[in-house]
């Protein structure tokens, strides 16, 4: 949508009673030929990454994607037009044509009202000239257009005027006069909150919770509740408010102590309802309210959730709840951010994935163990047994695994500090006491843990059924699917399936409205975690919405913590204190300009480029102030060790689970930093920054090359080793895996890298014995630098390695990926997406799919698919849907037939993509090419194969250069 001056724009905007048209270049009867003609279908229609949003408070952009509903897809299908329309009601509000093969645009119509619902609907002109049918509508509804002053000028803030852990209710009641046409509730609650009309959830069993910098945005949500209301009658608003990390217990973190870090808890809520005679009925929060305590005794977010049964208020948020023994709400101090009041851009935390537990054990008199299966965050149902006597303490702990007696580890839930409890870290005290009423349920409302056992101490010997846990995640959508299917090589797939499984189940556990580092000790945003696994993310996950919320959380932690100006936390939100409010190392600060980078090229989000260029800019100017000379080569200055940020490097090697701070890697992301601007400035148009930062990157990418190539050793090596107390541990030699993988995927030279894949492929397979020996920054470009050199069999067997150290045995024993590659009950999470980068390559290189650093690539345009075809894997089947639409690769391999293997493509309308063939497979050399029995490639290119415009031979590859359509080739020896 930023490129207008590349498409053919008509709009007519609509307001009654003047009807304003503007027409660029062309007349709609332009459009007008034929329609509805053609197999086209869009689908996939969003708002801002989201289906059917509520809560749209900016102007809507809005996105779709292309997919051919015929059996036979077309080949080489263009989309010379896009028709869009925008309903209120049941009126016309707005209707733009764009030229071209537009998959997104803003809305540029009249002023849209706040908590309105719309529709919105769109069509596509192929190249030959016919109409797609419509698309099925899609919806979003309004938040605020002018929050300040239709919500925060209007509401009236309640809430608890002091510090405590105890949970608070708040009701009041209405009375609904006639029928409604609809009704829309919107509230802001800090820290977190679970609402309520009459006796139903406002947000449909989502946990309302909002990890932000408090300090700079606060967000609200709006829902739908229309269905909730009953009328001519009376109704209720019940709103329970807890801590969360808006005034949980900063002595776990900070020193010394602080309590209210950012003010009291409050609540804001405002209800419209349109009632069908056009008449508007509203009800905000004040002081007439009624509050009141709940049963929840203590509610914080590490040290869980004590509920005392006797408090309980059974239906308190229903209208026929006395309560007469409430209080009038207390007033308390707007939140300090409201300034920059936004509604919530990201899909809501839900709970999810039932898990029921498999067997119960009991090691102790009163003490039983339930073992839910596999390791994930989430929080359980406990039936209470009715021969409990009244005032009776259940106790409740959360444990990812077991002692060999049998007895449960409880998991720590604070990172070690001067608390009490091991190693100085803070215990969970989950409790419920026991009313006595027959008939009781423990489940904890605000908090939630990662576990995969469950202990509870109870007098009365529970039944197995009596415990049952629902995993808990962001509501994100999935996007990618791997298959593997090989025969007699069941072993290597069994494994490979289950590390998927484990990667994305790990993903899912820590993402809690922003990606944490796990779900059981810290629960806080580091960027370099993120920074590792965010390929391997965007190939699971649809991150559109959330990532772009969590682009600016970090962008507004730069601006907030007390670092040098530009420097970047290594967490985010900063207020989560630790070692990143300061400076970062940079492979967790890079993560700010790296995943923006990524992001804005996946999805095409220039508005987010543009929004965030000064902040990746800042930071690459903080890098520069900090180079010094190197040694060797004094008039080039680089990022080396003696940055002060640098404490972590390549952190949890697996070679002795320490930092290795190196030159090397911070060299490594000085030059990645420095190439990742310069894309941005290419693509906002900045020409001045993007010449300039280019040149950088040539003269950083030949002096890193010629410091760290060792031409004696034959492989990448740092010369300025410090063995130094890092991260309050000595300073690891940097593993030879982690130097040969960062300097092949840098590839700034075909010789060293073929030396350092020698090196590389040695040190795994011999030196190891096929285990890695890298940490989180080596990690993420092992297998692909393997793979890249020629070894893409041992990087399988890496990757299907089912012994520890490694992610199979993660995998197959916890369900889950870890913090350290070594099995230990002592240090380290069993619920860690940092080592998970790995995952990235099963759609990067075994499906070959690929979104190359080009600027006509953006928003998945044009695409490589070079798949890397194993005779040990058999088979694979690799999917993805991209903005662009479906992308599918598939391929088989038979080295005693011919043809010796098989690949299937599927490659979206309206873009293109270069297909790769490996002509070392099954030792062929030479080899013929044909597609659905067609000869494309015999010792050169055969033109003919409708789609395919173009083939040459480049080394041991032939590529085909191919448009959209559906796609079988057939690889055969000459």
């Known amino acids: 949508s930023a490129r207008v001056s590349q498409r053919v724009i008509i709009s007519i905007k609509m307001a009654q009673p003047i009807v304003y048209v503007t027409l660029i270049t062309m007349v709609l009867s332009g459009f007008a030929l034929k329609v ?360 409740f702990t959360h444990g990812e695994a077991l002692n060999a007696s049998g007895t449960l580890i409880p998991s720590p839930t604070t990172p070690a500090r001067r608390n009490k409890g091991p190693n100085g870290r803070v215990l969970e005290t989950s409790a419920y006491i026991v009313a006595g009423s027959g008939s009781e349920v423990y489940q904890p409302q605000f908090v939630y843990y990662g576990f995969r056992y469950v202990r509870v101490v109870t007098p009365v010997a529970p039944l197995v059924e009596d415990m049952e846990c629902v995993d808990v995640f962001s509501d994100l959508d999935p996007v990618g699917s791997v298959v593997f299917a090989g025969g007699a090589q069941n072993e290597v797939t069994t494994v490979l399936s289950t590390v998927q499984t484990a990667i994305t189940r790990t993903i899912l556990s820590n993402y809690q409205g922003i990606p944490t580092d796990c779900p059981q000790r810290e629960k806080r945003g580091w960027t370099g975690d993120m920074n590792a696994v965010f390929n391997t993310v965007l190939y699971n996950f649809d991150m559109q919405a959330a990532y772009e919320k969590w682009l600016l959380d970090i962008a507004q932690a730069q601006a907030w913590h007390n670092g040098p100006t530009g420097c970047v936390p290594g967490i985010a939100p900063s207020f989560m204190g630790g070692s990143g409010s300061m400076f970062s190392d940079p492979a967790w600060g890079s993560g700010l300009v790296l995943l923006l980078d990524e992001y804005v090229r996946w999805y095409d989000r220039l508005d987010v480029a543009a929004l965030l260029y000064v902040n990746a800019t800042a930071y690459l100017d903080h890098l520069e102030t900090y180079t010094s000379p190197l040694p060797n080569l004094p008039e080039v200055k680089m990022l080396l060790n003696d940055y002060p940020g640098s404490h972590l490097g390549d952190w949890c090697a697996a070679i002795d689970g320490t930092a290795h701070v190196s030159s090397l890697i911070n060299g490594y992301f000085h030059i990645q930093t420095v190439a990742a601007v310069g894309r941005l400035a290419e693509l906002l148009n900045q020409t001045s920054d993007a010449s300039r930062l280019q040149a950088r990157q040539a003269e950083l990418e030949t002096a890193w090359e010629a410091t760290f190539f060792n031409t004696t050793l034959q492989r990448y090596d740092d010369p300025y080793w410090k063995n130094v107390t890092v991260g309050g541990g000595p300073n690891g030699h940097l593993p030879v895996q982690t130097a040969q993988a960062l300097g092949i995927a840098l590839g700034l030279n075909k010789d060293h890298m073929q030396q350092a894949g020698l090196a590389l492929a040695t040190d795994v397979e011999q030196v190891y014995r096929v285990h890695p020996a890298t940490g989180v920054v080596g990690s993420k470009p092992l297998l692909q630098a393997l793979t890249t050199t020629g070894n893409g069999d041992l990087a399988l067997r890496l990757m299907a390695q089912p012994e520890s150290p490694s992610l199979g045995y993660m995998a197959l024993n916890t369900g889950s990926l870890w913090e350290q590659w070594e099995e230990t009950t002592v240090r380290g999470s069993r619920n860690h997406i940092m080592l998970g980068s790995p995952g990235a390559w099963f759609y990067s290189h075994v499906g070959g799919i690929q979104l190359p650093t080009l600027p006509n690539a953006t928003g998945w345009r044009y695409f490589y698919m070079q798949p890397t075809v194993l005779e040990r894997l058999g088979s694979a089947s690799v999917d993805l849907h991209t903005p662009a639409g479906s992308v599918g690769s598939a391929w088989s391999v038979d080295c005693s037939s011919n043809p010796a293997y098989v690949v299937n493509t599927t490659i979206p309308v309206g873009t293109s993509a270069r297909v790769r063939f490996d002509t070392t497979v099954c030792n062929m050399d030479n080899i013929t090419i044909s597609e659905s029995g067609q000869t494309v490639w015999d010792e050169g290119f055969r033109p003919g194969v409708t789609g395919v415009a173009a083939g040459w031979r480049d080394g041991q590859y032939v590529y085909m250069l191919a448009g959209s359509g559906s796609y079988s080739f057939q690889v055969m020896r000459s």
């Open 36 to 395: 509805d003609s053609n197999t086209l279908s869009l689908t996939d229609l969003k708002t801002h990454g989201l289906k059917n949003h509520i809560g749209v408070d900016r102007n809507p952009l809005f996105q779709w994607s292309f997919d051919d509903t015929s059996q036979d897809s077309h080949r080489n299908w263009k989309v010379d037009a896009v028709e869009l329309e925008v309903y209120h009601a049941q009126d016309l509000q707005w209707q733009a044509n764009i030229s071209g093969q537009a998959r997104q645009l803003n809305y540029d119509g009249p002023n849209l009202i706040s908590l309105s619902s719309y529709t919105w609907r769109v069509r596509a002109m192929t190249s030959d000239q016919t109409w797609s049918s419509w698309s099925d509508k899609a919806s979003f509804v309004t938040g605020f257009m002018k929050p300040k002053e239709e919500f925060s000028d209007v509401v009236t803030f309640l809430g608890v005027p002091y510090y405590g852990s105890n949970d608070y209710l708040f009701r009041t009641t209405f009375h609904v006069e006639s029928t409604i046409e609809s009704a829309y509730i919107a509230v802001l609650g800090l820290g977190e909150y679970q609402g309520y009309i009459n006796d139903k959830s406002m947000s449909q069993d989502a946990l309302m919770r909002q990890t932000v910098q408090y300090d700079r945005r606060v967000l609200y949500d709006v829902f739908d509740v229309a269905s909730m209301i009953t009328p001519n009658s009376v109704n209720s608003i019940g709103i329970a408010l807890g801590t969360w990390w808006y005034q949980t217990n900063s002595s776990y973190f900070y020193s010394p102590p602080f309590e209210l870090p950012f003010g009291e808890r409050v609540l804001g809520c405002l209800l419209r309802i349109k009632y069908s005679n056009g008449t508007i009925q509203t009800i905000t929060s004040t002081t007439q309210w009624q509050q009141s305590r709940g049963k929840i005794v203590s509610d914080d977010m590490f040290t869980g959730e004590i509920h005392d049964g006797r408090l309980a208020q059974p239906e308190w948020f229903a209208p026929q709840f006395n309560d007469s023994d409430w209080h009038d709400a207390w007033t308390v101090s707007p939140p300090v951010g409201l300034y920059n009041l936004q509604n919530r851009r990201m899909a809501p935390i839900q709970a999810r994935r039932v898990r029921k537990a498999l067997n119960m054990s009991s090691p102790a008199a009163n003490t039983y163990i339930f073992n839910m299966g596999y390791n994930a965050a989430g929080t359980c149902t406990f039936k209470v047994a009715s021969t409990i006597a009244a005032n009776t303490t259940l106790y």
